[in-house]
């Protein structure tokens, strides 16, 4: 009978295995075969994981398929980023797919990079007498420590290694590839996207339809003059709005694209305005350049998933999701209007359309009246102009 160790908050998969194998006295194959019911596997990192099975072995000990999955892998944030369907997270659940363990950690079967913050660590160590991988810290987007502010220290761990081994952080901090600066100046862009990809992490709400979404990313798109009413892509536009979002020339950002494997801005759009491999988790760089953060884009999904039928509410339910979401929008927009009139002495309807046309354009089709109160139309002059007095 195993012993199993208690799970500990943002843990990943990987983690809790190193740690039954170490209580237990296991080799980490032989673990990777009692968990996941597997007769020999040859690689622990590339094993498939029957999650339905796993919580059979463990007899419930880290709850429901359900809980795991939102505990301790990326599935559900691919959900919530339209990368995965709820039919495919159910095939999860109930064991039908059996995605490997490098799936599970790190939202990708290839292209692993194992991040620690030096901080998190020491405070592990007190609190739990030794040190373990996070999993916000594994997301392709993170570059940052939320919790503490520094750079993320990168190891240096190949696939090859962990076919048979299942390390912990402590085993190979020797290993950094490069490491963090904590009196460095902090790239305020790069922080703000940990930030965005913690908080889907963090999201254990029920995921909107893949159409929903996906519908979503295309109503930023409009909104930010991007994408035509035929859904065809303004990519001079859309370019232009991803060069003032981000510094594509500055290393941090070069960085972060790289490991959303991301090599041209428009590879964002693949799997919403075309028929393309998707990049997972580069999603989140564009939830942050359509609508600055996840409270707000999961505001417009659920207006979306309301309008579209997505779950089938019905009645008071449905008028109060579709008040929230309306309401959030109305809101934000509004005061993006007024913060622009604030900030100028003599505020136009031009320029604020020029400054903050995804808000402008919102007011616009779901707020003319208030708009025009705010910032009337100049009048136009008609018939001939005087030339001479």
Not at 144 to 159: A, I, K
Not at 242 to 270: C, M, N, W
Not at 342 to 368: C, G, H, K
Request: positive net charge.
């Amino acid at each position: 009978m195993l012993i199993l160790p208690e799970l500990w908050p943002d843990e990943t998969m990987c983690s809790l295995w190193a740690k039954i194998a170490r209580i237990n006295g296991l080799r980490h194959l032989e673990v990777a075969g009692i968990l996941t019911g597997e007769e020999r596997p040859t690689s622990v990192i590339g094993c498939p994981v029957n999650i339905k099975y796993f919580c059979e072995v463990t007899k419930g000990a880290y709850g429901s398929p359900v809980d795991l999955l939102r505990q301790i892998t990326m599935l559900p944030a691919l959900a919530h980023l339209g990368v995965l369907s709820a039919s495919t997270l159910a095939d999860v659940e109930n064991g039908t797919t059996r995605p490997d363990l490098g799936m599970l950690e790190f939202g990708a079967s290839r292209g692993h990079y194992w991040r620690v913050c030096k901080k998190c660590m020491e405070q592990d160590a007190k609190k739990f007498g030794v040190a373990y991988w996070h999993r916000a810290h594994q997301l392709p987007t993170s570059q940052y420590c939320t919790e503490h502010g520094l750079m993320l220290d990168r190891l240096n761990l190949r696939r090859v290694q962990l076919h048979e081994n299942l390390v912990l952080p402590f085993e190979v901090t020797a290993q950094i590839e490069y490491g963090s600066n904590a009196e460095g100046e902090r790239n305020s862009m790069c922080f703000d996207v940990s930030i965005l990809g913690r908080d889907v992490l963090a999201d254990h709400s029920v995921q909107f339809s893949k159409k929903a979404i996906l519908e979503t990313y295309k109503t930023g798109l409009l909104q930010m003059g991007c994408l035509t009413g035929t859904e065809i892509v303004c990519f001079a536009e859309y370019l232009k709005k991803f060069g003032q979002e981000y510094d594509v020339k500055a290393s941090s950002i070069a960085s972060l694209l790289y490991q959303t494997k991301v090599s041209h801005p428009r590879q964002l759009l693949y799997g919403i305005t075309n028929e393309l491999e998707c990049r997972p988790f580069a999603r989140v760089l564009l939830v942050r350049l359509l609508f600055g953060t996840w409270a707000a884009f999961k505001a417009q999904c659920s207006w979306n998933d309301v309008l579209g039928g997505g779950n089938k509410i019905v009645g008071s339910e449905s008028q109060k999701l579709m008040g929230y979401s309306f309401a959030a929008m109305l809101n934000k927009n509004r005061q993006a209007c007024l913060d622009y009139k604030a900030s100028r002495i003599a505020p136009t309807r031009f320029e604020f359309m020029r400054v903050s046309y995804r808000a402008f354009r919102w007011l616009r089709q779901n707020d003319r009246v208030w708009l025009d109160e705010a910032l009337p139309m100049q009048p136009r002059i008609m018939g001939q102009k005087t030339l001479f007095k």
